[in-house]
């Protein structure tokens, strides 16, 4: 890699990692992701095309990226994902691409997606319980993700599955999805419940991952997995259970975050570049997206890493959704 051109914020940080959201739509309404009402469609015409998409990847990868996950909304309720997917490996061949997904519309897709060899697919998944699945995302069915999730297994040994524990609602599950997730053979990642939107967060809804590992079925059979040795191992800290051999990942955003070691940026569906989860704003970069504008996207995308926050309690305002970001 060319030094020159890497991406760099605050505290030495370097930016190898980017969060593209394809779309702003989804079939769910989960409570802790959108407000009940949904959210407003954009027009087709504000949303990133597939080619300013690969345009915007093209300049990051000079620029250092070397991962990238596509996200939503929900990106498979954008017409033709997987064909671009398969276009997009063919031509960025050297970047690392997961995919993150709510499950319920991936199960005719799953051969394709396996013979595209990606390197991970995320399964957001939060309860097992089909009353309290229906409750949390207000429309979605449990049997519809269950399904996705056994369809792409067997295809793909890269799938996970990511549940935000929140206190009161699915806490208690914790010994289910451990059971679930070794069952299907898939590795689980227990989230924290952050803070992004004021109106749905609550102090007594959050559970720290302290609590949770507290809270493992027969705790003294887990023990901590040392530091991984891949530049690539994100953020979660892993366990391994010594009987059963089963590995659960933690995802401590809150009580111990990471932000000192973030490696990321996200850009929305509509082409603006966000330097934190919780930054309330960022750069436009459509306009340079649709003129192919490469000095000017260069400059912009240098000019949100230069504002990337030390921790986002600097920016956190408990306004944003989660479904304008892209998780």
Known sequence: MDHRHVLTASLDRILSYVRISVTDRCNFRCKYCMPESGVEPMDHRRIMTYEDIVFLCEVMSFLGVRRVRFTGGEPFVRKGFVPFLSDFRDRLPHLSVALTTNGSLVEPFAPALGELNLDGISVSLDSLDKSAFSDITRCGRLSDVVKGIRALRKHTDKVKINTVLIKGFNDHQLGDLLKFSADEGVLLRIIEFMPLDSSIWFDDSFIS???????????????????????????????????SGQRVGFIAAVSHHFCDSCNRLRVTSEGEMRPCLFSPEGERLLPALRDRDRDELVRLIRLSAAKKPRCWMDVASGDNHMSSIGG
Not at 215 to 239: H, T
């Open 209 to 243: 991952v302290d609590d949770m590992i507290d809270r493992l079925p027969n705790r003294q059979d887990w023990i901590l997995e040392g530091p991984s040795l891949s530049p690539d191992s994100g953020p979660a800290v892993y366990y391994r259970n010594v009987v």
